[in-house]
Structures are given as C-alpha cells and as structure tokens.
C-alpha cells in the first residue's frame, strides 16, 4: 500500500468512528426522550384513572340510598306523596358530603 492509501485508509476510519458516535448520541437523546414522553402519558392514564374512579365511589351513593328506599323496610318518609323527593334530596346530600371528603382528601389534584 502507499502512503495515500494509508492515509486515506485512515481518514475513512476516523470518519467512520465518528458516524458511530453520532448514532450512539442520536439513539440516546430518542430514548431519552421517548422516556419523557411515556412518563407523561403515564402521568395522564393514572389521572384519569383516579377521576374515574372518584367518579364511581360519588356515583355509588345513589345506588345505596335507592336501595334502602327499595327494600321491604318500612322508611318513616316511604308512604308520603313526597317520599321520592325526600330519597332524593338524601342522596344529593350524600353526594356532596362524599365529593367534599374526596377533594378534602386530595383526590382531585394532579
């Protein structure tokens, strides 16, 4: 080999050292940042799935105060014209004493 080759021989091989770095740093920073990127949708499933589920313990209250309203237990309020009206009125207090305790408790911050 000559001298050129040699030289040239060299040159390729510290260009190509250097193309492999830059693939290295390029597939770090991507899977740095696809990282960041799952933890933040991560972060948005769990939010969601707290709301959600806040929502159904506020929306079991009703399912519990109709219950008693229709079992075969004699309710002091059960034989009323507004017998309904008082169930309901039960249950949207029900409802809002439960939705203070959980925002009390701090269910519903991110």
Do not use: C, Y
Request: proline share 2%; net charge negative.
């Amino acid at each position: 080999m000559t001298d050129h080759q040699s030289e040239r021989i060299d040159d390729v091989t510290v260009e190509l050292q250097q193309a492999i770095d830059t693939g290295e740093l390029s597939q770090l920073v991507t899977n740095r940042v696809s990282d960041a990127f799952v933890n933040l949708a991560n972060s948005n499933l769990n939010w969601t799935m707290k709301l959600l589920t806040v929502s159904s313990i506020v929306l079991t209250v009703p399912n519990i105060v109709s219950g008693f309203f229709g079992q075969n237990v004699d309710l002091p309020f059960m034989h009323t014209h507004m017998g309904w009206i008082v169930t309901l009125i039960i249950t949207f207090i029900m409802m809002t004493i439960t939705t203070i305790v959980l925002w009390r408790s701090g269910f519903f911050r991110k």
